[in-house]
């Protein structure tokens, strides 16, 4: 049973550039959700898709947006990138409702040059 | 102020130690609670949920206070191989949809 898989695992941009991150939910799981998470810092909620669409987001301007596929697979786009967008980026993906727990995938970590 | 809130230690116990650590939220909307483990360079991993009447997973023992808003994690007989950071995490109900609010996490160092 393959858990959430995430490509690539690592990306180099440079400032300007777009970027697209892809995300396969654990199977079974319809909630993908997508956290930034920066170095020493916790996970920041991005934002979360449910039966492809956007129904949660966090404090991210729009340069983020995302996508949600029917086979519930997901993608995040981030547009004119800035060097505070390193990072690596998390999906977490769920089944069932907020008080189920989210399961991650090892992230791809982003740099900007 | 964030709206979780954790001390960003680290802890550095020897092994066998009891070791607690603490968390507070600042969103009385919050319905659910769990605490993540995170080796350094990896993904979160759920440790265990945190339930209003405590519980506990072998050396592990989670409370909540909801009056307090407030979350601990106890570790017992502390192992080297517990070294990692310890993520709080609140889910906040909104409208039909939740999101996850992370702590910035507490880093736990065990010394033989």
């Known amino acids: 049973d393959a858990g959430v898989t995430q490509s690539p695992t690592h990306l180099i941009k440079t400032r300007g550039q777009q970027v697209t991150l892809r995300c396969s939910p654990k199977?079974?799981?319809?909630?993908v959700s997508w956290y930034q998470q920066a170095l020493g810092q916790g996970p920041q909620f991005i934002f979360q898709y449910y039966e492809e669409e956007e129904r949660q987001r966090g404090n991210f301007p729009d340069r983020f947006s995302g996508h949600q596929f029917p086979n519930y697979s997901s993608e995040l786009n981030v547009n004119a990138l800035l060097l505070g967008d390193s990072a690596l980026y998390l999906c977490a993906s769920s089944y069932g409702g907020p008080n189920q727990p989210q399961h991650f995938g090892d992230g791809t970590r982003l740099s900007i040059l | 102020r964030k709206e979780v809130e954790q001390d960003p230690g680290p802890f550095n116990v020897p092994e066998g130690a009891t070791v607690a650590f603490n968390c507070t939220y600042s969103?009385?909307?919050?319905?659910?609670f769990f605490w993540y483990r995170q080796d350094c360079r990896k993904e979160p991993k759920l440790l265990m949920s945190v339930y209003s009447s405590g519980n506990e997973d072998g050396r592990f023992t989670a409370q909540l206070n909801r009056a307090s808003q407030y979350i601990s994690l106890l570790i017992r007989d502390s192992k080297l191989s517990d070294s990692a950071t310890y993520l709080c995490?609140?889910?906040?109900?909104?409208?039909?949809?939740?999101?996850?609010?992370f702590g910035s996490g507490t880093r736990l160092l065990v010394r033989p």
């Open positions: 995490v609140v889910n906040i109900n909104l409208d039909s949809s939740y999101k996850l609010i």
């Open positions: 199977s079974g799981h319809d909630t």
């Open positions: 969103n009385s909307a919050s319905q659910s």
